[in-house]
């Protein structure tokens, strides 16, 4: 869709790489049908995608050939693809995990903003903020890694960018904006690696 979503981490990874890349955004527009959204942007060009790939949904990576659905196998693939997928067993396992507890976290948030009626923004924040949960865990990660350091740059795995880099930093990144959107504190406050992470990751020069 034409919003940052799932895509938007997943086109950061090949303006990263410097690689050139043609979008197709798909319009949800707001109407007065039953749910209030006319889809039919997507809906009416679906069924011919669909004849090629009966997987096909949104979002989706082509690449010549090759048609690549699901968002992690979407990472996954550009991870390989870009070489930012770890340098070996060790750090892609690692990569693969951490593309599994971020889609965790996205999920949560999306309960969260789908939700009929809703809960204050602070009240999703001290939940999601609560030891044991999803950025308690992504926080000890790095601070496990780096034990205390306080690195120029940070990454989630081995010396450089990758996959799962991209997806943390979105959902932090959406997080910051929801808390800003609300006037509440960001939920990174609490966590200094996180909160380094998401600075430093930002100013990479793939990034800005």
């Given amino acids: 869709w034409n919003i940052r979503g799932l895509a938007a981490a997943i086109r950061m990874m090949v303006m990263y790489r410097g690689v050139p890349l043609k979008e197709d955004n798909y319009d949800c ?16 060009k679906k069924p011919e995608f669909k004849a090629k790939h ?4 949104l979002p989706y990576v082509m690449d010549g050939d090759m048609v690549v659905v699901q968002t992690n196998a979407c990472f996954t693939y550009l991870g390989r693809r870009l070489n930012l997928l770890g340098k070996n067993d060790l750090e892609l396992c690692q990569c693969e995990q951490l593309l599994c507890e971020i889609m965790d976290i996205r999920n949560q948030l999306i ?3 789908y939700a009929e009626p809703r809960k204050s923004a602070a009240d999703w924040f001290k939940a999601a903020c609560a030891p044991g949960r999803g950025l ?7 601070e496990k890694k780096y034990e205390g350091a306080s690195p120029e740059t940070i990454f989630f795995v081995g010396d450089e960018a990758s996959a799962p880099d991209f997806h943390i930093w979105e959902i932090l990144d ?26 430093l990751f930002r100013e990479l020069p793939g990034n800005k």
Avoid: I
């Fill in 29 to 44: 527009v707001e109407n007065a049908t039953k749910d209030g959204f006319d889809r039919s942007d997507w809906f009416n």
């Fill in 54 to 57: 009966p997987l096909m949904n």
């Fill in 111 to 113: 309960d969260y903003v």
């Fill in 136 to 142: 308690d865990k992504l926080n000890q990660w790095l």
């Fill in 174 to 199: 959406q997080l910051c904006a929801m808390a800003k959107f609300y006037n509440t504190d960001s939920p990174l406050t609490s966590f200094n690696k996180l909160s380094a992470f998401h600075r």
